[in-house]
Each structure stands twice: as structure tokens, then as C-alpha cells.
């Protein structure tokens, strides 16, 4: 390994692919408001470079905190944290290689632009040449080049929030905090800016730790969540492990939509597992087991049910129902099914053809299927 | 009812009224004195009427001004120098209201904020007591057999008495201290707004908290260091009472002058001057203060 390494540093100008390094070791960490309120509570985790890592979770979790902490706003009651190996625990905020983009930006309002961009750099011994040349770099990063003399109140909210991602880029910082990066943009503007920043954030190679309370926001910029719920981590994963094989009902239900029955495992054989519920029996085709007699609910994502009017052959995974509400979102339509158990689950339908493709309507008895690999079983 | 009521509602101009009234009172009690006041600087006498100062030749009116006080004015170095150290005493308490009042009112700001109408209150305590009496304190505190003097004798730190009454320091030390409420109220009031972020973003960007006090805390207080220094400027200037029962000969102050002409002299026209001359110094200050709020005000918009 040791022999690899020196061959490596002797050619430093070769591009290699490396392991996945990591740049953020945070271990047990604890923060205790007013002796008792825990508002993060014994959280550990490693970021590795390059990562875009997204805090998700609602208000009040705990999200905001972690991150300050990691700024070095908010002292640690407990645990350490450590940047590219060194421990930066105690040290304050102005003398960590972090750098924030701050809720609602925070722009300096008596600076302008360029003053702005320019603020963190005048802070380092730096030439004012390369001063001058970091910033007009920063503004064509962002594509700001001609608002450099404004003020920020004079700019749009997208222009402000362009402004504090160089003005946060500009030192160059080992990791970048994004503090709900896109709340303050309406959501035309946000879906715009989602790819814009992951493109810049990408382009400069930063790695990145994100607090949002969007889930589409994380899925659509991380490449790593972690769910958060009472200053806990429910479940770390990629956008995909979290919302498909999601490890409990909490993290099922905030990831978008869910329907969540309530069963008990009736069969288990080394290819399925069947599930009987009060609506129906589910029928699981993918590699889980447990006991027999073991109570679990059985989360279905709407998009993964198909309405018909006909009832289906099979003995498993259908339901039927009367469709109770129709709610059209343009590119699908959700349909609430009331089943006879009074339970009401939600189905997607893609309007794939301009006719409304089921031609189910309110008060019509509706069945809804799902195939074998469709549901996640979930413990707790 | 409704009808009445819209039609009141419609007709009569209150939002017109509500404001005229203040302006009113300022017409009738500050801008026709002035005039009056103007109008006695440029007559011969006091009781000089309007209509003899104007005369007709071929139909028209010529309006005679004697500008004798002001050319008298001019020509006495006494009442340029008088002017002078008003300015240079009022700037001095000003400043040292400003460096006082200012951490006063950054910690008063950062306090916790059960602790912020308690410590607002302690400032505003000592209202509650005669003005003149609290600088008569003052004297009794300052004369060579007062308190301070005394104790500090009796401590053995100094023989003799320090001469502090009559002197610009027992002046300056009734003047901050009258004044200085009136740095802190506006200082508060602006520092307790300050949004903690801009602090925070600082520090993110590597600024130590002594530098981001002068490069972001101060800049963004600006407006309320303008108002306070402008609340303790400008009524310091015309100061009478602090001066004639603190100072001493070498405090002249305009105030002092000004009484002396009035009730002394009872040059009235002589008197007027002064107050139109001290008038215009208070404006120009006040006219920058303006320009300041107003560009504010549009840089907000």
C-alpha cells in the first residue's frame, strides 16, 4: 500500500481514482439546550470528499443545530469533530476552513457585490491582484459579472442567492455548509436553481453538507441522505435507498407518499413472505424473512399501484375500493381509494394519453393491484 | 348607518388631519418665532415694525434690512470664538458620549433579553429627577471641599484639592453626563435590530470578532450612531444651564452669550443674531442627518 502511494506522489500530475477519502469524521456528537433539551443527540458520521451529503428532516430536529455545529457556531456538549483527520472541536468559527451559505443569504447590505464576494478573502493574506482575480473568477462562476457594483438589496432573490454561493465559494473552503439553500426562491426558480448549484458545486469540486427540510431539494442535489428525526439519524442512505427501502415507517411516511396496512406474516418460505392484512394479503416475492406471527406493516408507494375497474385473478396484492377523491397534478393524477375496511389508500396514475386513461370517476368501485416487488415491510 | 359612516369616511380628509396637526404647531411655535426672530436680527430696534421696514419707491416694495448685528457679528472675535468652543465642547461630549454610550448600548443589545427592559429602564432612571437638580449634584460632588475631593484626601491620595469645579472638566462632566442617555436610547434601538447573522456570516469568512465589530457591526449602526450624535450635538451647542452652573470663565458657551445679550445687554436685535447664526449651525448638521436618512430610505425602497 505504503509502496503504491510513493509511485503515486511521485507522478502528482496524474489524475487517479481513489477510494472514496474522507474529509469528515464526526463522532458522537451531543448538544443540550437549557440542561435538558436534547436537540442533537449522539449523531456520528463521516462525509467523504467530494460528497454532497443532505440533512433532511422537519423543523425543529435537530438539522439546523448540527450543521452550526460544524460551523463552529454551536459548541458541542458532546463529541468531536474532525476535518481531513485534525480535531477542529474547540476551534471558533472564524479559524475553520468551512465555509456557509447562510438561510436568506446574509449579505453584508452595505457592501456591494463584489465587496461582498471579496470579504473572506480580504481576511487572508492575500495580493490584491489575486483578490481582484478571485472574485471576477467567482462572478463568472456564478454569471453575476455585470452586477458586481450593485448592492444586494438592488438583486432578484436568485441573484442574491448566487451571490452567497460565491461569496461562500470564494475562500475555497475544504467543506461547504448549504443552510436550505433554496427556501427563500419560489418553486419555478428553485427547480432551476437545484441543477445550477449542484452544477457549480460540482464544477469546483467541493464537498458539501446541505440542511433542508425539502425532500425533493435532497433527493434531486445529494448524493447522500440522512433523515432526521428528535436529533437522531433515522436512516443514512443514497436518495434511491432512502425513498425505496426506506428502514421504518417514520422515514416511509416523510419521503414522500406512502400507504402504510398493518399486517401479520402468515407464511414465510424461502422465496416470499405472505402477509395478511385486514384489506388484503400481500404477497412478497423479494429476499426478506421473519417470523410467522410476527405483526409489520407493509409500505406501498402510490406510483406503484395500478387502478382497474376489473377485479384481478390473482389472490394477492389487490384491494378494492370506491374512489372518493380525485386530485389531478397535470402529469399524474392521484386517486383515494376508500377500501371496505374505511382505510384510504392513495394511487398514482401517469396520464400518459390526453384522455384520462382509468376513466375511473368519484364514487366509482375501483381495484387496486401492485406486483410482488412493489411493497417494503417494515419492522418498526 | 353604513351610509353615513362611507360617507363620512369619504369626505372627511383625516389622513390630512392627523398630519396637520403637528405641522400646524410647528408653524404657529417654531417657524413664525424664527421669523420673528429673524425679523429682529435685521431691525434696528426690537420693537421695529414690519411695515416700517419696508418702503415704496415707484410702486414697488423695497424691504430695508439693517444688517448692523451681523456685520457686528463678524467683526467681535468674541462671538466667533464663543461659537467656536460651543462647537468644540458640544463635539467633545459628543464623542464621549459615543465612546461610552456605544459598548454600553452593543452589550445593553447582547444581554439576555429578560434582562433588556430592566437595564432600559436604569437609563432612563434618572428623568425621574429635577434636571437642575442633578447638576446642582454635580457641583456639590466637584467644588475643592466636595465629596470627591474629600474622599479622596482622606484616602491620603492627594494633598490638596483638585480644582475641578469652573473648569471644561466639570463642564464636559455635566455635559456627558446629561447627554448621554440620548446616545444610548438610538444606539440601542438600532444595535438591538442588528441581525446576529451578518455577525455569524463574518466569522464564517475567517473574521475574528474584533474586526467584524469594525467592519460589519459599525457600518450597519451607522444610522443609529448618526442619531444619537446628532440628539447630543445639537442641543449641546445651545446648552445654557450646564455652562453657567458648571463652567467657568474659559467655558465660553453660545447660550451664555446669548442670555447676556438678551437679558444683560437687552440688545435685542444683537440677541436675535446670535440665535439665527447659532440656528444655522444647528442646520447644517441636520441637513447632513437628513441627506443620510433620506438615501436610506431610498436605498430600502
New interface residues.
Partial sequence: MSTTATTDSAKPSAIRKMAPQELLRVEGITKVYDGSVKAVDNISLTVATGEIFALLGGSGCGKSTLLRML???EKPTNGKIFLAGKDITDL????RP???M?Q?Y?????LSVWENIA??LR??DMAKGDIAERVESMLSLVQLDKFAKR?P?QLSGGQQQRVALA??LA?RPKLLLLDEPLGALDKKLREKTQLELVNIIEEVGVTCVLVTHDQEEAMTMASRIAVMSEGSFMQVGSPDEVYEMPNSRQVADFIGNVNIFDGIIEEDESDHVTIRCEECLHYVGHGISGNVGMSVGVALRPEKITLSKEQPQSEYNWCAGEVVEIVYFGAHTTYHLKLDSGKVIKAQELNNTRDLSCGLTWGDRAYAHWNDMAMVVLTY | MTNIYNYLRNHIPSRQIVIGVPYLWFLLLAAIPILIVLKISMSEMESTSVSSMISWTQGWPTIKFNFASYIFLSTDPLYFETYLSSIKYALITTVICLAIGYPFAYFMARSPKHLQPMLLMLIMLPFWTSFLLRIYAWKTLMVNNGVINNVLMSLGVIDDPIAMMNTPFSLLVGMVYSYLPFMILPLYANLSKL?I??L??????????F??FW??TI??S?AGIIAGSMLVFIPAIGEYVIPELLGGPDTLMIGRVLWDEFFSNNDWPMASAVAVVMILLILLPMAIFNKYQSDQAE??S
Fill in positions: 460551523a463552529g457556531f471558533p468559527a472564524y479559524k468551512i465555509n456557509m447562510f436568506s446574509a449579505l453584508f447590505p452595505h470579504f473572506g481576511r487572508d448592492k438589496h461569496r461562500s475562500k | 441581525d447573522r451578518f455569524e456570516a463574518a466569522a464564517d469568512l475567517g473574521t475574528s470578532p474586526r467584524t467592519l460589519v457600518p450597519l451607522k436605498a430600502k
